[in-house]
């Protein structure tokens, strides 16, 4: 069975730089894309990006120049880094692997989910 | 970007009958590159529905996807209590992947 945990800080300060990390459990780790979600409370989900097993990433085009997403094989763990954090970066962040249908990714396994609150 | 547009915004109905949500996208999503997701309160969302009419392992078969192009729709047919929850279309046809704002289903 697939499982992935995350993990990371859940209060920041603005300015801050975000980290978190999913490690996932069974399955493979190199057939898939491995990707960051957010979801602001009670609101929507948002795509942040994603990564590959050869590192390859995909990012949203309205938080790439503050996002690095990385992944360590070794230990079968992503990683996500947003920089220069501010209120609206607030939001619930889930990790889930992106399982690839010819073109692109919809998701069928996903972490518990980190609330991040980013308040001075 | 793709804009995904559910609708309506809440549906109320009781156990028993059926649901229809819709998901229409600003531009056509050529491949049904199409998924649907249920997610319950403090909870992680749950895929349903992937290639627009694909169900996942384990989704029961009262759950159901049709749609091309730029309309989609999921279709719940004989609610049963534990299916009123938040809905949420995705597309994965072009970057970046986006989703709609949601369908509340709830009980009447």
């Known amino acids: 069975q697939v499982q992935l945990q995350q993990w990371g800080a859940g209060l920041l300060k603005p300015a801050e730089t975000l980290s978190l990390t999913c490690a996932v459990y069974g399955g493979s780790f190199s057939a898939y894309y491995w990707t960051w979600i957010r979801q602001p409370p009670g609101k929507g989900l948002t795509w942040i990006g994603d990564?590959?097993?050869?590192?390859?990433?995909h990012y949203s085009p309205s938080l790439k120049d503050r996002l690095t997403i990385s992944i360590d094989m070794s230990k079968k763990q992503f990683s996500l880094n947003l920089s220069s954090v501010t209120a609206a970066d607030t939001a619930v962040y889930y990790c889930?692997?992106?399982?690839?249908?010819?073109?692109?990714?919809?998701?069928?396994?996903w972490g518990q989910g980190n609330l991040v609150t980013v308040s001075s | 970007e793709i804009v995904l547009t559910q609708s309506p915004g809440t549906l109320s109905l009781s156990p028993g009958e059926r649901a229809s949500l819709s998901c229409r996208a600003s531009?056509?999503?050529?491949?049904?590159?199409f998924a649907w997701y249920q997610q319950k309160a403090g909870q992680a969302p749950r895929l349903l529905i992937s290639?627009?009419?694909s169900r996942a392992t384990g989704i029961p078969d009262r759950f159901s996807g049709s749609g091309s192009g730029t309309d989609f729709a999921l279709t719940i047919t004989r609610l049963d209590p534990e299916d009123f929850a938040v809905y949420y279309c995705?597309?994965?046809?072009?970057?970046?992947?986006?989703f709609g704002q949601g369908t509340t289903l709830e009980i009447k």
């Open positions: 995705q597309q994965y046809g072009d970057f970046p992947y986006t």
């Open positions: 290639g627009a009419s």
């Open positions: 990564i590959n097993h050869g590192g390859r990433t």
């Open positions: 531009q056509d999503i050529s491949g049904n590159y």
């Open positions: 889930a692997r992106g399982r690839t249908d010819t073109r692109g990714d919809y998701f069928d396994y």
